[in-house]
Nanobody
Framework: VQLQASGGGLVQAGGSLRLSCAFGRPFGVGGMAWFRQAPGKEREFAATINQSGGDTFYANSVKGRFTISRDNVKNTMYLQMNSLKPEDTAVYFC?????????????????WGQGTQVTVSS
């Protein structure tokens, strides 16, 4: 399964960005997630969504500001990021798994995108 992340960029604190992750698999994928990795830090979980899109879960650090969604007709997952903070600066990775349910563990995801840089200036 090929995942292609896009939508990153430079934004001022308080601004918004929408990330997209196109998954190139005509019969779809299972649960998906966004992870992020800041310079010098380990990759951390941000948000996850199940196969149907009806179940989501967020890290406390992004809850109430980020919204994960997916369009299984367009084979695309999204991350709407509002009220961005400088500490949100990181490379954001999308990931997918065959199982339909959500997960917060990177070890549960076997398909990964290449990452897209998000930089939030103060």
């Amino acid at each position: 399964v090929q995942l292609q992340a896009s939508g990153g960029g430079l934004v001022q604190a308080g601004g918004s960005l929408r990330l997209s992750c196109a998954f190139g698999r005509p019969f779809g994928v299972g649960g998906m997630a966004w992870f992020r990795q800041a310079p010098g830090k380990e990759r951390e979980f941000a948000a996850t969504i199940n196969q149907s899109g009806g179940d989501t879960f967020y890290a406390n650090s992004v809850k109430g500001r980020f919204t994960i969604s997916r369009d299984n007709v367009k084979n695309t997952m999204y991350l709407q990021m509002n009220s961005l903070k400088p500490e949100d600066t990181a490379v954001y990775f999308c990931a997918a798994r065959n199982q339909p349910i959500i997960s917060t563990s990177p070890a549960d995801f076997i398909y990964w995108g290449q990452g897209t840089q998000v930089t939030v200036s103060s």
